[in-house]
């Protein structure tokens, strides 16, 4: 066996094996697909296939990876030539066959570079996946268009509306992946390379037909439905259908020009904003030395708790549920191995793992269950006497280096500290609702926590998988303030002459998940109003202050669990209907404090929320709450609901006139009055 170097470009090495040319990509940390990786690629088979004593060519990748996926930094502009589709050409048009050995995450731009080839072959542990979607686009490499040949309209429609990760196993037992070995990747695939049987290009065979009579229909209606409108889904169903009824040049031809519309579009551009953000909050919010979190304590056994011990289970950690009620811990526990045996029924989850998992969770008799606990997180009732009692019995049962998280959601964590004797152990955890599911982890950082305390809550989020955004302390930290500022201008507007109904419409239609009216309702509003009542003595009586919710609560009127809230709810139903005691209520406060209503249409609705928003944001970068505008907007979409596809308030600043964006936060605190105060938004400018 001989190994021959040649020199084609540094980031993509040539070697030649038993008359199999290898060609290396070696662009770190991912192997992200770039132009000099393309360069070299097209170099490195060009070599190949001018030489004589080469039979076969493979694709291999450096390091863990194949290649991961487009390098996102080159999409702002135009693709810088050679494109992949090139590179692919480039790949069927060799007189050669080329066997892509693929590892790691071979994604988008990798995965379609792989189906590119004649052959593939994998190593285990290899993930496939066309994840575009997800950033508003759809393939544009052959992504839609490859995999037709193999699994069909249906299943390629799923793969590509998914964007999920799928195991190579998956790949394997569907065809999109030809072999699988233990064994060396380079040395398996030079093998492979040297027995196969000569170039299979996938474009040249038809569509399979696979798909059983209306499934794809129904599919379509599937994805279009989840896309609720938003343009690549569209672009993906009719790219599928292109694929079976055109020719493959004009399936390909359309496939790249909707790709190049959608990546040149707001919402791609938005979606590139948070992915890049959400690269620099990860990597500026690492433990600086990652701490032992093995075992956790948790206090409090409500839907809040007992969610965060689920959340630690789920990710293999050993948790102790205490409660003032020892009873309600076990009764929690009980209904959590109850959930877990119907997803055992419904074929989602094993007995074993149920059993893996329960055997996790302990309940504890009182708090001095937790003295061997590396973390304890209580999350009993949201009361500054109550949380603080707490952290002092706690101190004196837990070791000295065990840090106490408080998943407080608004109360003031240099406060708390106080009832330790080392406040530095102090540090906010604010989990999000439902905490095994929620993808973000808003750690606050107090006057007095310690970098030990911070790194603690760090690493915690790291072993859940969720992201860690650091916030300092102030009345809701960042989200729940920004949403108090949002929740204020709507009801402030109700005030002026809207209604609950057409609220909820416009910001439904805007891209919110929910409208803020309905989201009360499901919450419940004596929850809100249990903390104006404890804020009552210190509020600014020059302040405009919406009284319709505490009369509604008044009234007994808590949402849906009461039957009635901003809206009516009939027989249990969730369904909210508009209910015309509610306007009659808006009425008459607006006609108690003089305020004469006049219409909105929906856009101002809309802009008076993102301004108001905009500029509580730029208020918590201007006190240093927020590290980073990147933050903000990650912690709305992720935690939130604000709508993905508009990236967050920066981008949605970016796109504003300056002089005319500061001309409406003029007017804006001229109509709130007294208590608003003017930031500068364009600080978040992306």
């Not at 490859?146 to 509306?161: C, E, N």
């Not at 190049?260 to 030395?289: D, M, Q, W």
């Not at 950690?317 to 929690?332: E, F, H």
Request: include cysteine; charged fraction near 25%.
């Amino acid at each position: 066996m001989t190994s021959t170097p040649v020199a084609v470009r540094s980031i993509v090495s040539y070697e030649v094996e038993d008359r199999v040319a290898v060609l290396t990509i070696d662009n770190p940390p991912v192997n992200a697909s770039s132009a000099a990786v393309r360069r070299g690629l097209l170099d490195g088979l060009g070599a190949a296939n001018a030489d004589s004593a080469i039979d076969a060519i493979v694709l291999l990748g450096a390091g863990k990876h194949f290649v991961s996926g487009s390098d996102l930094r080159e999409f702002d502009g135009p693709v810088p030539e050679p494109t992949l589709p090139t590179v692919i050409a480039a790949i069927e048009a060799s007189a050669k066959p080329v066997v892509a050995a693929i590892s790691g995450s071979t994604l988008g731009g990798g995965f379609e570079l792989a189906l590119g080839c004649d052959y593939r072959i994998a190593a285990p542990g290899t993930v496939v996946g066309l994840p575009e979607i997800g950033l508003g686009m759809i393939p544009g490499a052959g992504g839609t268009q490859r995999p037709l040949r193999i699994i069909g309209p249906s299943r390629t429609l799923d793969l590509i509306t998914s964007g999920k990760s799928m195991p190579v196993r998956w790949a394997a037992d569907n065809g999109l992946v030809d072999s699988l070995t233990d064994d060396d990747l380079r040395s398996a695939a030079v093998s492979f390379a040297r027995n196969c049987s000569g170039k299979r290009v996938l474009m040249d065979l038809p569509v399979v037909s696979v798909d059983e009579p209306g499934e794809f229909e129904q599919t379509a209606h599937a994805v279009l439905t989840r896309g609720r409108g938003r343009p690549q889904y569209a672009a993906a169903v009719t790219a599928i259908l292109n694929g079976v009824a055109l020719s493959a040049p004009s399936a390909i031809a359309f496939e790249r020009a909707e790709f190049t519309r959608l990546r040149n579009g707001p919402e791609a551009a938005a979606l590139r904003h948070l992915f890049f953000a959400r690269r620099e909050t990860t990597k500026a919010n690492k433990p600086t030395s990652p701490r032992e979190v093995d075992s956790v304590g948790v206090v409090g056994a409500g839907t809040m708790g007992a969610g965060i011990a689920r959340a630690f289970v789920e990710a293999g950690k050993s948790v102790v549920l205490v409660d003032r009620d020892p009873d309600m811990a076990v009764r929690a526990i009980e209904k959590l191995r109850s959930t877990y045996e119907r997803s055992v029924a419904q074929g989602r989850l094993s007995t074993h793992d149920v059993d893996e998992r329960m055997m996790l969770l302990s309940p504890g008799r009182s708090v001095e269950s937790l003295d061997e606990c590396d973390l304890v997180i209580e999350a009993v009732f949201e009361d500054m006497a109550v949380k603080k009692e707490l952290l002092q019995r706690l101190q004196h049962v837990v070791r000295p280096h065990v840090t106490l998280a408080t998943n407080t959601s608004y109360l003031d964590v240099d406060e708390l500290a106080t009832a330790v004797d080392r406040p530095g152990r102090v540090v906010g955890m604010h989990f999000f609702s439902p905490a095994h599911r929620a993808a973000v982890l808003e750690v606050v950082r107090g006057r007095e926590t310690s970098r030990e305390a911070l790194d603690r809550a760090l690493t915690a989020a790291n072993v859940l998988k969720k992201l860690p955004i650091v916030a300092g302390v102030c009345d809701g930290f960042i989200g729940n303030r920004i949403y108090n500022a949002y929740r204020r201008q709507c009801e402030l507007m109700l005030e002026e002459g809207a209604y609950p109904e057409q609220v909820d419409r416009a910001l439904v239609q805007f891209g919110f998940a929910m409208g803020p009216f309905a989201v009360s309702d499901m919450s419940g509003l004596d929850i809100a109003w249990r903390m104006r009542q404890a804020k009552s003595a210190d509020r600014n009586p020059a302040e405009r202050y919406p009284d319709v919710a505490d009369t509604l609560c008044e009234q007994g009127r808590f949402g849906q669990k009461t039957g009635a809230g901003w809206y009516r709810y009939v027989d249990g139903s969730r369904t909210p209907i508009s209910d015309p005691a509610v306007h009659e209520l808006i009425d008459r406060s607006s006609a108690s404090k003089g305020i004469e209503r006049s219409s909105f249409t929906d856009d101002a609705i809309v802009d008076r929320v993102l301004l108001s928003m905009a500029n509580e944001a730029s208020l918590l970068l201007a006190e240093g709450i927020a590290d980073r505008p990147g933050d903000i907007d990650l912690m709305l979409t992720l935690a939130y609901g604000f709508p993905s596809h508009v990236g967050g308030l920066g981008p949605w600043v970016s796109n504003q006139d300056p002089a005319e964006l500061s001309q409406r936060l003029e007017r804006l605190a001229s109509v709130v009055g007294s208590g608003f105060t003017v930031g500068d938004p364009a600080v978040l400018r992306t």
